[in-house]
């Protein structure tokens, strides 16, 4: 069934039905436009949100970065960061596939729609035409025929009339005769106008119009299958990012079950632990026997109006900072000499028959003072404080962390301008055997300036290994007089006074802390260099694809297969050759242009 054969009569009714289809296919372009503007708002605002929420600082300057909190969270911003490009992309297949495609579409049925119906009005107005001149010659057929006979009787009446003269007769007749010649003519003229007429009404209805109203309903019909396909483009868009929308959740939820309350406690302790001993056992202070000690005045530790000075109370002050908030730590009062009194000795004033030098004392003193002076900068913030090259406003473990961060920043740079030099002497070694590439004697201010930058970092990670190695060894010093204070039972209170011999012990053990020996520091870096660069293989920095194959016949080199997967382990440094490993084992340089990369 078609619209020639079934509607042949209702031109307006079609007219108005292929207008209705295109405002239709219009309506929907303008909704599929807005709902890209509502996609694309969207994204915007979830991107705003995410960048809101991001932190300010860099990753490696920020500690808190390294929780597996904040981690999570980053990562959901980063999860709810693709979500919002996937509703962008969803914004622009819209707007590109739908939007555009389906307006230009709707051009173009606009333009065949009025040139149908232009058509079919030219046909109409044909028949219209053709109808009124059979009108005419049917109008003309019939004045003639009553002017026929009405000529016919009044010649007849002329005939009969005895006082008509012949001459009138005649002319009557004549006339008569006249009119009935045009009638016929008229009639004649009528029937051919008719038929004509009939001809082009049958081409009309059965052949002309029909025609020009299947060309209508297949362009309606081919309208209505593109905005049925423009309808499944709506969804369309939508499936292909729900992979990608699938994975985003996916990581979401990967992001919430990654969170390890455990290892944030860890980290929080590596991240904030001092290293510094805890305090010990608050002595006992013995107000009972003032006189157990006959004061004197070459005794350091007797103050200057005879009275023994009673033992303890700067350490026990000391040792309890945590606890007290109000009443700030008050260094030992220094001696004229500008060092400590020796009543600042954990362990009470020395007796002048020890025959010890003062000035030795003094030193040892200042020594055991420092470690608490730290601690309570540490306890009660930096501001003040002198940032050191080695770290040492630091608490112990954080100082030997920070050294370690640049011991480890110094061998990749050293690393790094030992690799440079290789590849500038292999350079150098390409420009001497073949002169054409380039002159030999420009590479050598750049060599020099890296061999140059390697006497410089070798110095300074044997300045750091000597500073790591001291704070090692204090932190393993405090941590090992914590865990004996710990273990160790605690000294009854007595009325008799100690002896020397935690004083010995103690100078022992500060001797024991001191900076290493000159051997030690006299010690070559380059075995110990060479040693961590060659403890374990190191992690790819990306893979690579071999484009062609490559036998690795000289030294050095790895041979490869076509399409083989490699493991890039270090980038061209602008010789030509990059090194990578196989998965086999093994591993060697080969040409960079052979392979086809992709880093990390």
Not at 114 to 119: A, G, L, P, R, T
Not at 282 to 309: A, H, I, K, W, Y
Not at 376 to 403: A, I, Y
């Amino acid at each position: 069934m078609d619209w020639g054969t079934e509607l042949w009569d209702q031109f307006e009714v079609l007219e108005r039905h292929t207008q209705w289809g295109l405002d239709l296919l219009d309506r929907y372009v303008k909704f599929v436009k807005e709902r890209t503007e509502v996609e694309q708002a969207y994204a915007k605002q979830l991107r705003s949100l995410v960048k809101k929420y991001l932190p300010k600082r860099p990753a490696k300057d920020d500690p808190e970065s390294k929780f597996s909190q904040q981690q999570s969270f980053l990562q959901i911003l980063q999860e709810l960061n693709d979500f919002a490009g996937q509703r962008e992309l969803v914004a622009e297949n819209l707007s590109v596939c739908v939007c555009l495609e389906l307006a230009k579409y709707s051009q173009e049925m606009k333009q065949e729609r009025k040139m149908h119906f232009q058509e079919g009005r030219r046909a109409q107005q044909q028949l219209e035409n053709g109808f009124k001149q059979l009108e005419n010659s049917k109008r003309k057929f019939e004045r003639d025929c009553r002017e026929a006979e009405k000529a016919a009787q009044t010649a007849e009446r002329l005939d009969q009339d005895i006082n008509a003269t012949k001459a009138d007769v005649e002319k009557a007749k004549q006339q008569a005769h006249l009119r009935s010649h045009m009638a016929e003519e008229s009639k004649n003229e009528y029937a051919a106008q008719l038929q004509r007429f009939n001809r082009d009404q049958a081409h009309f209805y059965f052949s002309q119009m029909p025609q020009i109203f299947d060309k209508l309903q297949d362009m309606d019909e081919r309208r209505a299958t593109r905005l049925g396909a423009g309808y499944g483009l709506l969804s369309e868009a939508e499936l292909q990012v729900v992979p990608i929308i699938a994975k985003c959740l996916e990581g979401m939820k990967v992001a919430s079950d990654a969170v390890d309350a455990k290892n944030d406690s860890q980290v929080l302790i590596e991240l904030h632990k001092s290293g510094f001993a805890r305090p010990g056992d608050v002595e006992f202070e013995d107000f009972s026997q003032p006189m157990n000690r006959v004061p004197s005045d070459s005794s350091l530790g007797t103050p200057s109006d005879g009275r023994p000075e009673l033992r303890g109370p700067s350490r026990s002050r000391t040792k309890r900072w945590p606890f007290g908030k109000k009443n700030k730590p008050r260094p030992p009062p220094l001696s004229p000499l500008g060092g400590p009194l020796p009543s600042a000795l954990p362990n009470g004033p020395p007796s002048p028959r020890s025959g010890r030098d003062p000035l030795a004392i003094l030193s040892e003193i200042s020594r055991s003072v420092k470690p608490r002076l730290a601690s309570f900068r540490s306890f009660r913030g930096s501001r003040g404080t002198v940032v050191t090259e080695d770290f040492s406003h630091l608490p112990p473990e954080q100082q030997r962390k920070r050294l370690q961060q640049q011991l480890e920043e110094r061998n990749r740079e050293l690393q790094k301008e030992v690799d440079q030099r290789e590849a500038l002497k292999k350079m150098k070694d390409v420009y001497e055997k073949t002169p054409q590439m380039g002159d030999p004697a420009s590479l050598e201010p750049r060599i020099s300036e890296t061999l140059s930058n390697i006497e410089r970092l070798k110095l300074e990670v044997q300045k750091y290994e000597a500073w790591l190695a001291e704070a090692e060894s204090r932190v393993l010093s405090n941590r090992g007089d914590s865990l004996s204070r710990h273990t160790r039972p605690p000294d009854p209170p007595t009325s008799a006074p100690p002896d020397d011999s935690n004083n010995s012990s103690q100078d022992n053990k500060e001797s024991s802390e001191g900076p290493p020996s000159e051997e030690g520091q006299d010690t070559p870096i380059y075995t110990e260099f060479d040693e961590d660069f060659e403890e374990g293989p190191a992690s790819p920095i990306g893979h690579c694809v071999a484009i062609y194959h490559f036998e690795g016949s000289s030294e050095g080199t790895i041979s490869m297969s076509e399409g083989e997967d490699l493991n890039l382990m270090e980038e061209d440094k602008g010789d030509g050759w990059t090194r990578v490993r196989r998965k086999q084992g093994g591993e060697g340089y080969v040409p960079t242009s052979y392979l086809r990369v992709t880093l990390n």
